[in-house]
T-cell receptor, first 112, second 108 residues
Framework: EAGVAQSPRYKIIEKRQSVAFWCNPISGHATLYWYQQILGQGPKLLIQ????????DSQLPKDRFSAERLKGVDSTLKIQPAKLEDSAVYLC??????????FGSGTRLTVV | RKEVEQDPGPFNVPEGATVAFNCTYS??????FFWYRQDCRKEPKLLMSVYSSGNEDGRFTAQLNRASQYISLLIRDSKLSDSATYLCVVNQGGKLIFGQGTELSVKP
């Protein structure tokens, strides 16, 4: 089966600019997650969707981050305006149960 | 206190060595437990699930002690290809909580 697709792979922006990341989960996976992984740390959950509804966004910095999953398939994560500390890898994952996660390759964001 | 804490690394070991990683978690209601492996500049990938009875997959053995909220991973006869970051992961209500990872470097 095809994996989780993410784009772009890399992005460099200046602080205060905006950026968007895209994720296409595995077909049929109802649950989609966005994680932020800062260099030297483990991934941190930003937001969890079940179909097109938000299950958990408690760690999403809502003043600058937003995410949507229209139609319960693809998802976008946006940052506006970006800060230097947002430099990280943004990982999308999908699952069809509590036990089966698949991660995408991630988008590496550098804010300068 | 972090939800999932791992041994700080890095671990530098020679080929053939046995290496053990330790992990503790804070939420006793955690439901399931895993070890993930992450290669440099790659996404995390599931290495193995961890069960209370202990489980083994080739050179890898994982143990869970729910009473102590402690998880371990043992790698025997380590290979150069085992060099990676090992992430301890806990499932809480369907979301995965990751430790900070422990880097392993296996040298010839």
């Amino acid at each position: 089966e095809a994996g989780v697709a993410q784009s772009p792979r890399y992005k460099i922006i200046e602080k205060r600019q905006s950026v968007a990341f895209w994720c296409n989960p595995i077909s049929g996976h109802a649950t989609l997650y966005w994680y932020q992984q800062i260099l030297g740390q483990g991934p941190k959950l930003l937001i969890q969707f079940q179909n097109n509804g938000v299950v958990d966004d408690s760690q999403l910095p809502k003043d600058r981050f937003s995410a949507e999953r229209l139609k319960g398939v693809d998802s976008t994560l946006k940052i506006q305006p970006a800060k230097l500390e947002d430099s990280a890898v943004y990982l999308c994952a999908s699952s069809s149960s509590n036990y089966g996660y698949t991660f995408g390759s991630g988008t590496r964001l550098t804010v300068v | 206190r972090k939800e999932v804490e791992q041994d700080p690394g890095p671990f530098n070991v020679p080929e053939g060595a046995t290496v053990a990683f330790n992990c503790t978690y804070s939420n006793s209601a955690s439901q399931s437990f895993f070890w993930y492996r992450q290669d440099c500049r790659k996404e995390p990938k599931l290495l193995m699930s961890v069960y209370s009875s202990g489980n083994e997959d080739g050179r890898f053995t994982a143990q869970l002690n729910r009473a102590s909220q402690y998880i371990s991973l043992l790698i025997r006869d380590s290979k150069l290809s085992d060099s990676a970051t090992y992430l301890c992961v806990v499932n809480q209500g369907g979301k995965l909580i990751f430790g900070q990872g422990t880097e392993l470097s296996v040298k010839p």
